[in-house]
DNA sequence: CTTTTTTGTGATACCGCTTTCACATCGTAC
DNA sequence: GTACGATGTGAAAGCGGTATCACAAAAAAG
């Protein structure tokens, strides 16, 4: 059933019935009967019909390098929740790290086919700032700091060196590090320069040897705290850059009976759900993603409502939360 | 830029553009003025137009109940992995859990606005039926079974069946069991009866102050197992109907020094990532998570290509994964 | 009581594309 | 040489809405 068929069932002209829909400039019994017509009908406007003429989509774009990772999950909630709320809907593309997929959504979007576009990337190559500079919708970028653009992330840098100073101060000397790929400028770059000023601050030299970089998994984790620990030097504290990594270098500590906290206290960054229920309970800094998630969403919004070009970079802070991983008198 | 500038631009007809972008019914030479055409101008049609005429919007809508959880996120990334290689893109809702946004999402998928529809459910209603009967585009229901509708789902009472079974196998004679809502009838429901089963083949009997139902939550984990521990008599098993039961419960066992496995095995359902680096790894039932939304994809796509309307229930089948929780010698 | 403004209304052009249709051209069969 | 199907083509009629507009009726202002 098309509007016009509608109408006449209505009793109405095809344009009140457009006008019930939007912006209600309408009288009081027209609505009434239309009202009606709907109870009996159960019409429906289509929405492919809508966006032609009124150019709103009521999508949002959401691009995300993989779903299985509690942080993005944490996100992706945040912005759906905030977006839902006005009426949008979330257009979801995994692009599973895949470089080229998370060009050609972007390539996708920058196009007629959402309102928004919000990007959560890990690496942001020259190509991305090309593109994103030629985006024909309101962007915004969550995780990481791009200047010229909009963007929500994380104070990476503060956390990392806080959980490292944490450690520090409890007196451990031969610290080491599990980090992520330094291309990612916020897990990989910060929490490195992070952890090193921590070090640098304690009064301590930075030893290249105890210096890994994982990808973002466990068993990446596991093989580089084994790498660590095969020298004759073995370190005493260990910052990893996500719970996923820690987790893998813990278990690697289990199965070599490596006492934690005694023999090697462990820190990282995420704050994951399963932190406190691990072999040991990690000490991580909670870092507040589905906040970003919905600042994100608020922000695109606002980027949706103006025609203004101002670029915002906003930083949520992190909390330290202390477990027994680093729970070393010193 | 429009079709018709677009066709100007390139020296072609309106329709000889449309061709180039559908069925290709065209000669080479005019092939090669459009796609030169498009070199130069970086036209793409508009998907929106499209959609209102063709009736096709490549679009899937895929309704789930929260997306922070493993399993979901898995199912959907799979779901997501299907689709996406045919050109289609997921129209995400996340209800959390809010049986109202559920309805609703069925009610907006109901009409034009998507290809066909995905739902990852817990609780299914006589409304959802109701609903799921008078869809008008093809939906596939994964993780639940549902006569007369076509579903994916996971073999719940064999996986706890076995699961239980392993425990009982080992000498436990006193098994307790944490689940979950029993109107969810994978999750809640089906493991409840293999769990029941299991005690029930073993020659033993169902203790009903040894049964809890917990949210899907370590921290309901956790007080369902201190509830369990607070009676006089103690159980030495415990089964859990998912690993973030599992995982709370274990949280209240350290906390009050109760040896796993010697005073309590503990199995669950889901094989989580953590599982294995969990405070005492856990033994845990492997499901196929991220092959059935492979499969619900899968089988979305030929429900969209045919209009036969044939049901299919696929059932996928479990690996019982055995690690240090349930580790004991009988 | 007229003039102006407000409020409500339906016809119709239009959004950008697809589909239909009538027709032109070409090679092949008879 | 004619008949025929296969192939290719552009004009034009939709698809289901929204935006514009002219205009009527009612309310407010003068």
Redesign the interface.
């Known amino acids: 059933m098309n509007i016009s068929e509608f109408a006449k069932e209505a009793g109405v002209s095809v344009s009140a019935v457009s006008r019930y829909f939007n912006d209600g400039y309408l009288s009081d019994d027209k609505r009434a009967l239309i009202e009606a017509a709907i109870e009996r009908t159960g019409y ?1 406007p ?4 809508r ?2 003429r009124s150019k709103v ?1 009521k ?1 949002v774009g ?1 691009i995300l390098p ?5 942080s993005i ?2 996100i ?2 945040g912005i ?2 905030v977006l ?1 709320e006005e009426g949008f ?6 692009t ?1 790290n895949d470089y080229n997929r998370e060009i050609s959504s972007l390539e996708l979007f920058r ?3 959402v309102d928004g576009v919000i990007l959560l990337a890990g690496v942001i190559t020259d190509l991305h700032r090309s593109l994103l500079a030629k985006m024909r919708v309101p962007t915004i970028i969550v995780g990481q700091k791009l200047k010229g653009f909009n963007c929500v992330c994380h104070n990476d840098l503060g956390a990392s060196y806080n959980m490292t100073k944490l450690m520090l101060d409890k007196g451990a000397k031969r610290p080491a590090f599990i980090g992520a790929n330094p291309e990612d400028m916020a897990a990989g770059k910060d929490r490195r320069v992070g952890f090193e000023k921590a070090v640098l601050d304690a009064g301590l030299t930075l030893d290249p040897r105890f210096c890994e970089i994982a990808r973002f998994s ?1 068993d990446s984790g596991y093989e580089k705290a084994k790498h660590l620990f095969s020298g004759r030097e073995k370190p005493d504290c260990l910052f990893c850059a996500t719970d996923n990594i820690a ?2 270098a ?2 690697y500590c289990r199965e070599n009976s490596i006492r934690i906290p005694e023999d090697l206290m462990i820190g990282a960054v995420g704050d994951s ?2 932190d ?4 040991v309970p990690l000490s991580s800094v909670h870092l507040h993603y589905k906040t970003a998630g919905r600042e994100g969403a608020k922000m695109l919004l606002s980027e949706m409502k103006k025609t203004s070009e101002v670029h915002r970079i906003v930083q949520l802070e992190y909390d330290v939360i202390e477990r027994e991983s680093t729970n070393r008198i010193g």
């Open positions: 429906v289509s929405y492919s019909a966006m032609v989509t999508l959401v993989k779903l299985s990772s509690e999950a944490r992706t909630e759906g929740e839902g809907e979330l257009l979801l593309v995994n599973s196009q007629n086919r466990m987790a893998g813990m278990l759900r399963f406190r229920v691990l072999y």
